[in-house]
């Protein structure tokens, strides 16, 4: 029977692919030089942003990946049924448990899980194009019954193996292939909640006995052919000039900045950390979420972070005032940063004005489930380097609901204790409390 675990769950290994830097040097040395990781998409032909611009992972593509981060034998067999998002994720994962020292066959399989956030994935709407087209009838109107019938050559221009290319437990089958861990393997699938939600379930996998390491990452795009018209509808999409685009909790904010991400954090008992000589990154002191909706099912998202981090810096048993800062997921989104904002002020109380929050969307932009732990790195690499990594753009504070926003300069701290929320437009939340 496994046996329980009552003692600190940590974090010794960080993989990163971002708009900003594909591993933690590139990703740091972009965070300490306040540069951001906007420019015009190289790797797709079209996208609807402003300008094309949007936070890309310009030194990935999937020839590259096959001799570098993803040169691992089954890897290379199996990009042809990864989509992009999906590339990405595994290579985060991979880089990071390098990054944490484990080396093939170090430690039982049955011990090492996997817990992987992803969001629904769509595909180019070239893959559908002719199948599509085969569908219309004499009047130009789609045809589902056509659609359903494959009974002839009407699907033969899709891709192979279609579907697998977009599945978003995809991540999570391919890492553990990959690097063969048989123990707990699970998918979450819900937007930038999904970042909190992996690292409460894989600590509390670790917790319960069923592994002693979880490799526990997020992985998304907005950065999309499909995906960024959807958000040209349903959100305002900055324009401007390119480095000042994202100006998160701004008063004069513009709107978001399209991205893609991924993140994998190495998840571990401080005891098997400690048994094998890791270095041991950060710890993870809380976690809690909250979805609330009214009766209309019209979202609250600032109840739902409220109670997220109300839940969570309990959990930790720290008060808000211990905080060194927050940060935040808010990504100039013109109404959503205030509901962040207002949040915050609510969860700080007496020590809103004098908490410092940072809100690192200013570096990557917006990429849905790839954003949450990747932010969590701003924060974690910050504080390793003695300092809370400033927001970019930002000049002055919404008067609605001022916060104490690092700006200009990076802020040297010495208190390593942070507070990490996201939410949703759905009103689903989660909260993060980690000590570095």
């Known amino acids: 029977m496994s046996q329980a675990y009552s003692g600190d769950i940590v974090i010794t290994g960080i993989g990163l692919m971002s708009s900003i830097g594909i591993g933690e040097d590139a990703f740091w040395e972009s965070v300490e030089g306040g540069q951001c990781g906007f420019r015009r998409a190289e790797h797709l032909s079209h996208v609807g942003t402003p300008d094309c611009i949007g936070g890309e992972v310009t030194d990935f593509t999937a020839k590259s990946a096959r001799k570098t981060h993803l040169a691992q ?20 994962a991979l880089q990071a448990v390098q990054h944490a020292g484990i080396e093939p066959g170090s430690m039982p399989a049955e011990r090492i899980g996997v817990d992987f956030g992803a969001n629904l994935m769509s595909s180019p709407p070239d893959v559908l194009l002719d199948a599509g087209v085969a569908c219309k009838t004499d009047s130009s109107a789609f045809s ?21 290319r977009y599945l978003p437990n995809m991540p999570g089958c391919h890492i553990g292939i990959a690097v063969d861990a048989r123990g707990p393997n699970n998918s979450i699938t819900h937007d930038e909640a999904s970042g909190g939600l992996v690292l409460s379930e894989a600590a509390n996998i670790i917790r319960r006995g069923r592994a002693d390491v979880m490799i526990t990452g997020t992985t998304g795009t907005r950065l999309h ?17 390119v480095a000042e685009r994202c ?27 400690e048994a094998r000589g890791a270095t041991i990154l950060a710890t993870l002191l809380g976690t809690a979420a909250s979805c609330v909706l ?3 099912g019209q979202a609250n998202e600032q109840l739902a972070i409220e109670r997220a981090a109300t839940a969570a ?52 932009g917006s990429a849905g489930s790839g954003s949450p732990l990747s932010e969590m790195a701003v924060s974690i690499l910050g504080l390793r380097h003695g300092i809370v990594p400033k927001t970019l753009n930002f000049r002055a504070p919404d008067e609605e609901a001022p916060l104490n926003v690092v700006g200009e300069e990076h802020l040297v701290t010495d208190n390593r204790l942070f507070l990490k929320t996201n939410v949703t437009r759905m009103g689903q939340s989660s909260a993060v409390v980690i000590g570095v």
Request: charged content about 30%; hydrophobic content about 35%.
């Open 247 to 273: 100006r998160p909790l701004d008063k004069d904010r513009r709107g978001e900045v399209l991205a893609e991400s991924a993140c994998t954090f190495i998840l571990e008992s401080r005891t098997h950390a």
């Open 225 to 241: 052919a499909v995906k960024s018209c959807q958000h040209t509808l349903w959100d305002t999409l900055a324009d401007g000039p």
């Open 144 to 164: 589902y019954d056509r659609w359903g019938n494959c009974g002839d050559d009407r699907f033969k221009g899709m891709e192979p193996l279609w579907l697998l």
């Open 73 to 92: 034998k089954h890897v290379k067999k199996q990009i042809k049924v990864m989509c992009r998002e999906i590339q990405l994720g595994v290579a985060s």
């Open 313 to 364: 810096l309990q959990r930790a048993g720290v008060s808000a005032a211990e905080l060194g800062h927050v940060n935040v997921g808010a990504s100039g989104h013109l109404k959503r940063d205030r509901y962040e904002s207002s949040a915050i002020r609510t969860i700080l109380a007496d020590s809103a004005d004098s908490v410092p929050v940072t809100a690192p969307k200013s570096y990557l």
């Open 294 to 296: 009214d009766r209309d």
